[in-house]
């Protein structure tokens, strides 16, 4: 019955089984026939058992086509394998994915924070709060720009105690 798990139907040209090393799944697969003998090789899914299924066509010595031999090969572990291995695949992308956004939006985050702070910085200083202080953080652009900045407000602050100690003088 069984050759090396594979089930064996041999059909006649009207879609009748003349032989069958598996009388139910031929029945099972019968209705499918004509589809599968247009194919060639085809997956059929009868009752959630997956079949891979082969056809050759029967000649006779004249070659006229009298029927189709069928050959399938029971596939259900190979499926159920593949869809493991998909639902393992899709749920590692998912988690790579989420990983992926978190260290992305603490990466932005992070990097936003100093000029956040100059931000804030410079629009205490344009109000005229000369006491807010930058100090750099970094030896990147950033840092440079805090440097600048720091800089500048040091330089305001002596700018205006020489204005207030001159006109103290006067």
Partial sequence: KNY??????IVDDGNQVRFSTDEELSLQL????????EQGISG????DIYYQVATLPLENINQEKIGYLFI????TEFYAGERKANLVSYLLVSIVLVVSVV?????????????NELIRVLKHVSEGDLTQDVKPTSKDE??????AIHVTVEQLRN???QIQHGTDHL
């Fill in 44 to 47: 059929e899914q009868p009752e």
């Fill in 72 to 75: 399938s090969k029971d596939q």
């Fill in 4 to 9: 090396e798990s594979s089930e064996v139907f």
């Fill in 30 to 37: 019968a209705s499918r026939f004509s589809t599968i003998q």
């Fill in 103 to 115: 260290g992305l939006f603490l990466f932005i985050s992070f990097s936003f924070k100093p000029l």
């Fill in 159 to 161: 700018m205006i105690d």
């Fill in 142 to 147: 950033i840092g440079e720009l805090q440097q």
